[in-house]
């Protein structure tokens, strides 16, 4: 199983111990995992058309609660800049890149519910990978987030919660929460 790591001061942990956070510096975790070494672009070929193309260099090299989530087209503007349509993406976000990562290891691991905080586009591909997952989860948003955000959210299924003030006490709540 994957081992979490603290780029601060470089404590690891099961993710099994289920900590949310390093225990020394109460900072943000990393996964610790070294890239299988894949057989080149050529290999890649034949593979699914989604971010799971990409497994040798990924966390977790496989998820069974894909959305067919990554391989957005990438649109040539001009000579040196190329558009990334991730709008095309299941919840409209590059987001989902990460929240599948998170669900399928939640999903492992089997906690109790799963618990975000965001200002909208995490919180909606959060909430959509838990439902993908079975798993149940509250996402906490800044009060006056757009309620296009928020009606998102709740149409995944999840719980959630309108913290009054800004980021830092959404935050803070959901941290508490957790
Ligand atoms: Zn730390």
């Given amino acids: 199983m994957t081992i979490y790591y603290c780029p601060v001061d470089g404590t690891r942990s099961a993710t099994t111990a289920l900590t949310w956070c390093c225990p020394v510096c109460r900072g943000p975790w990393d996964l610790d995992f070294t890239p299988a070494r894949g057989g080149g672009m050529n290999a890649l070929s034949p593979r699914i058309d989604s971010l799971w193309r990409y497994k040798d260099f990924l966390p977790l090299d496989s998820s069974t609660i894909s959305l067919?989530?990554?391989?957005?087209?990438?649109?040539?503007?001009?000579?040196?800049?190329?558009?990334k349509l991730d709008y095309l993406m299941p919840t409209l976000s590059f987001k989902?890149?990460?929240?599948?990562?998170?669900?399928?290891?939640?999903?492992?691991?089997?906690?109790?519910?799963?618990?975000?905080?965001?200002?909208?586009?995490?919180?909606?591909?959060?909430?959509?990978y838990c439902a993908r997952a079975g798993l149940p989860c509250t996402v906490y948003v800044p009060e006056g987030t757009s309620p296009k955000k928020t009606e998102q959210i709740?149409?995944?299924?999840?719980?959630?919660?309108?913290?009054?003030?800004?980021?830092?006490?959404?935050?803070?709540?959901a941290r508490a929460a957790a």
């Fill in 154 to 173: 709740q149409a995944h299924g999840a719980r959630l919660v309108a913290v009054p003030g800004g980021r830092e006490a959404t935050a803070l709540a």
């Fill in 96 to 128: 989902d890149r990460g929240a599948v990562m998170l669900a399928e290891l939640a999903r492992r691991l089997g906690p109790d519910r799963v618990v975000a905080d965001s200002t909208g586009n995490a919180g909606t591909s959060v909430a959509a």
């Fill in 68 to 83: 067919g989530e990554g391989r957005t087209p990438l649109v040539p503007l001009t000579d040196t800049v190329s558009a």
